[in-house]
Nanobody, 115 residues
């Protein structure tokens, strides 16, 4: 069993920055990929950014150039640096870990971008 613990959400003004972190705990051989998804009210959950254990990154188009995902493989931790935040980035952000063959999710952390 793997547990994902997220931190770093909150309220920020448009144009501001936040850094999300997620640490994986538990019994795991290796994590193939970790990432962040988000879900806004009334919308489907969408992929924001992922990073494999080899360092390959994938981003949602609307966050490219504003968000940066990074990972510490030794600490099983993933970070999401979010800059130039916009009101449309408001959502609950969920950490995700691909520990093949299983997929794990964190409980989510609220990010609100508002003046």
């Amino acid at each position: 069993q793997v547990q994902l613990v997220e931190s770093g959400g909150g309220l920020v003004q448009p144009g501001g920055s936040l850094r999300l972190s997620c640490e994986a705990f538990g019994s795991m051989f290796s994590i193939y990929a970790m990432g962040w998804y988000r879900q806004a009210p009334g919308k489907q959950r969408e992929l924001v950014a992922t990073i494999t254990n080899g360092g390959d990154r994938k981003y949602l188009g609307s966050v490219k150039g504003r968000f940066t995902i990074s990972r510490d493989n030794l600490k099983n931790t993933v970070h999401l640096q979010m800059d130039s935040l916009r009101p449309e980035d408001t959502a609950v952000y969920f950490c995700n870990a691909d520990v093949r063959p299983a997929i794990y999710w964190g409980r989510g952390t609220q990010v609100t971008v508002s003046s």
